[in-house]
């Protein structure tokens, strides 16, 4: 019994973890767009350019990631 318990509770550490992972990961994207809009309002093209490919590389990369834990089953 006690080792039921503590695969629950990592399994609930490792759920929570994941979640603030994705959290942090959404919001880091959001920021970029946001500083990305900004820098193209105030006519920084070279920024607003920079944030766009950072944007875009997180975008595929969490797609490349995700794609890959359904595939393998982890």
Do not use: E, F, Q
């Not at 929570?16 to 105030?42: E, P, Q």
């Not at 607003?48 to 797609?63: E, N, S």
């Amino acid at each position: 019994m006690p080792t039921t318990a503590i695969l629950a509770d990592d399994s609930a550490s490792d759920a929570a973890l994941l979640t603030l992972g994705i959290s942090l990961y959404a919001a880091v994207i959001l920021v970029c767009i946001g500083v990305g809009i900004s820098a193209a309002r105030s006519r920084r093209r070279r920024l607003a350019i920079i944030m766009a490919w950072v944007v875009g590389a997180l975008t595929l990369g969490g797609l490349a990631i995700a794609i890959y834990s359904s595939v393998t089953g982890g």
